[in-house]
Nanobody, 123 residues
Framework: QVQLVESGGGLVQAGGSLRLSCVAS????????MGWYRQAPGKQRELVAA???????NYADSVKGRFTISRDNAKKTVYLQMYSLKPEDTAVYYC?????????????????WGQGTQLTVSS
């Protein structure tokens, strides 16, 4: 019903910058919350940043001041701009979207995940 395609991951040196993108498509009437999670080897998936439909944002303490989440509703896209990357940011990053689905009168919503994109930060 809803597909998420992430891009922008890769290998970067510590101190570098990178931007992740996630494009949503499918049976979407309205995007609600959008966010990024990450999972490092041997660790649980954790919230990195989230943004509501109204533009309110929430960040993990570990990325505050370094990462910025934004969204373009017209493009159905959420971004994660990352600065001052550290080796501990190395993980698979997953896009997450909560969406209201067509037909709108049903009020149906769903929670969807992208396939993940690898970010590796070398020291």
């Amino acid at each position: 019903q809803v597909q998420l395609v992430e891009s922008g991951g890769g290998l970067v040196q510590a101190g570098g910058s990178l931007r992740l993108s996630c494009v949503a498509s499918g049976n979407i009437f309205r995007l609600i919350a959008m966010g990024w999670y990450r999972q490092a080897p041997g660790k649980q998936r954790e919230l990195v940043a989230a943004i509501t439909s109204g533009g309110s944002t929430n960040y993990a303490d570990s990325v505050k001041g370094r990462f910025t989440i934004s969204r373009d509703n017209a493009k159905k896209t959420v971004y994660l701009q990352m600065y001052s990357l550290k080796p501990e940011d190395t993980a698979v990053y997953y896009c997450n979207v909560q969406a209201e689905l067509y037909p709108a009168w049903t009020g149906r919503t769903g929670n969807y995940w992208g396939q993940g994109t690898q970010l590796t930060v070398s020291s």
